[in-house]
């Protein structure tokens, strides 16, 4: 909800299912704006809020037309659904069902994280969820310090009893400490002087072992980047939380430190383009972004320089809009992220990855909504289309049409809960293409025949939202059931799509880039950071270790991946003194 004295302007861009974008703008604003319009002084900023508003209000008054337009659904249009569980939007058809697919149309997850079942009759239950409790084995980052008995040792004897002799136990006592601190910590080392008095000489003492001349330490600029790109902290609230917590950090300073570590960190950037490229599978999608340099009248002058030298006109002119698309490739069994702002939709940017694809590579399959723009133009890809949107055509009318979605979102419940048993049981890409193919492939064909008949038989009015959610279906039905046909194809792009909250994250907070240079920074450790979650390995680590080692990673980049780093560093270290 909107603060008090804000309202809402929500550009049109609600067609085909897409969440607006949504301008929050103060009454004064409005007013000003009024104000030089009836002066005549209206600016270029001024004309795209006019704008906006004409839009949003035109197409409010077409959705408003519609009869199958409730209040819930035009709400949920504007600001997001907060759950599209099968169970949330039509409820269970009896007591008996069990859960079926969570979120986006994702499997649910037990408390284990294990995708959910029928759970046979003598297991027993499991444990609620959300408890709040992790044990001392959850904090794999936490500093580990042995701590001995103050006055026994194994082997000497029960001070109790005075027989016995005590041992050591398998598993030592664990105690579980939290300490806050700020994001950024800071030391100041008061060097002692000495000078003697009859030649003037000063005896300086050496710093300590290990500390170097550079203020900044390595460390410094991992918590910056993670907080920035991977948390979404703007730099301007890190300097005042900093500043009150006592340790200076200014906006200026934190920008200088992340720019210096990304461009140690460019080769690792550009070998994990190489990588992906190289991918089986390959996810797409984009989101909006505010690069200011490419926004306004700078936008505008620098199309005219561009095109001025380059003869680019006709290309600038035709695109205004700024988007970071998201690629998530997969590699051998892991997955990398990718992230890429800019004028360019997700598959021109695709496009520009694959082209360093091995020649000799058959073409990978590539997940995407059914947006033309996420094709990446003269490459062939093995298209697959995310089968979570067309359920979510579904979930948007369900309101109106309850038994018929009911049908559709409980068949769509069986694909997905034997995709989780799949996963489950580790089946290869054969044998869940097999699996699919039995279990999966006659719940398919029934559905695909009862959608048929709804249009054919006239069952459904064409131009209603039922309709049109049908016509989807059916449109795009090669796509959307790859994976009963190829080895390997996902049923839905929620992977990418949580890649994408990387970006939205960062946009919600820091709001905007203020240069295209600026965003291709964030891209850079957003794609490292959240390639280091995807294979399970510590960013701020990573981040630190890449910095302190940039010489190395310059020549070699293939070895300072996230999954093999430490087996590199491993090797760089030197050998133990006791080792023969």
Not at 404 to 424: F, G, P, Q, T, W
Not at 537 to 560: C, V
């Amino acid at each position: 909800m909107a603060a008090p004295g804000f309202l809402g302007v929500a550009v049109a861009g609600m067609m085909m299912g897409r969440k607006p974008t949504i301008l929050e703008l103060q009454m004064d604003e409005l007013e000003a704006i009024l104000r030089r319009a009836e002066a005549k002084q209206l600016d270029d900023e001024d004309y795209e809020i006019i704008q906006a508003l004409f839009k949003s209000y035109v197409h409010l008054t077409e959705l408003l037309k519609d009869k199958n337009t409730s209040l819930a659904r035009l709400r949920k249009m504007l600001f997001g659904a907060s759950t599209e569980k099968t169970e949330a939007v039509i409820g269970r058809a009896t007591d008996s069902e069990p859960p079926t697919s969570g979120e986006e149309g994702e499997p649910t997850e037990s408390a284990g994280g294990s995708p959910s079942e029928t759970a046979p009759e003598n297991d027993p239950p499991a444990s609620a969820k959300g408890h709040g409790r992790n044990g001392a084995d959850a904090y794999r980052g936490a500093e580990k310090i042995q701590v001995p008995h103050p006055s026994l040792r194994p082997g000497d004897a029960c001070p109790d009893c005075q027989q016995g002799t005590v041992y050591e136990m398998p598993r030592p006592g664990v105690l579980v400490r939290i300490i806050g601190q700020a994001p950024v910590q800071g030391k100041v080392y008061h060097l002692q002087k000495l000078r003697c008095n009859l030649c003037g000489k000063v005896f300086t003492a050496p710093a300590p072992e290990g500390v170097g001349s550079a203020k900044y330490d390595a460390t410094a600029g991992s918590i910056i980047a993670l907080l920035k790109y991977g948390s979404g902290m703007p730099f301007n609230r890190m300097q005042g939380l900093q500043g009150n917590l006592g340790i200076p950090l200014p906006a200026s300073t934190q920008w200088d430190i992340v720019h210096a570590q990304a461009k140690h960190l460019e080769p690792v950037y550009v070998e994990l383009l190489r990588q992906a490229a190289q991918g089986d599978v390959v996810y797409n999608d984009d989101t909006t972004v505010k690069i200011l340099e490419m926004m306004g009248k700078r936008a505008k002058q620098a199309a005219l320089a561009e095109a001025s030298v380059e003869g680019a006109q006709e290309k600038t002119g035709k695109r205004s809009g700024l988007f970071t698309s998201g690629i998530v490739s997969t590699v051998e069994g892991r997955r990398i992220a990718l992230f890429f702002s800019g004028r360019q939709h997700a598959g021109e940017n695709l496009k520009d990855v694959l082209a360093q694809r091995a020649a000799e590579l058959a073409p990978p399959i590539q997940m995407c909504d059914a947006l033309s723009r996420n094709f990446p133009a003269e490459l062939k890809t093995i298209l697959a289309n995310c089968l979570a949107h067309g359920r979510r055509q579904f979930v948007d009318v369900a309101g109106h049409f309850p038994e018929a979605c009911r049908h559709v979102l409980e068949s769509l419940s069986v694909i997905y809960r034997n995709d989780a048993i799949a996963r489950k049981r580790n089946l290869s890409p054969e044998e869940r293409l097999a699996f699919h193919q039995a279990e999966s492939g006659p719940t398919m064909e029934d559905l695909h025949a009862w959608l048929t008949r709804q249009l054919e038989e006239r069952l459904v009015e064409p131009n209603s939202g039922l309709g049109g959610a049908i016509t989807y279906m059916l449109k795009h039905w090669k796509e959307l059931t790859l994976f009963l046909r190829v080895p390997g194809a996902p049923l839905d792009n929620n992977l990418c799509e949580r890649a994408l909250k990387k970006a939205i994250l960062h946009r919600k907070n820091a709001l905007f880039y203020k240069t295209a240079h600026g965003a291709r920074v964030g891209d850079l450790f957003m794609s490292l950071i959240y390639t280091c979650e995807l294979c399970g390995a510590n960013p701020f680590d990573y981040l630190t270790e890449l910095e302190r080692h940039a010489a190395e990673l310059a020549s070699a980049p293939q070895a300072w991946m996230p999954w093999n780093y430490r087996q590199t560093l491993a090797a760089l270290a030197p050998p133990s003194p006791t080792a023969r």
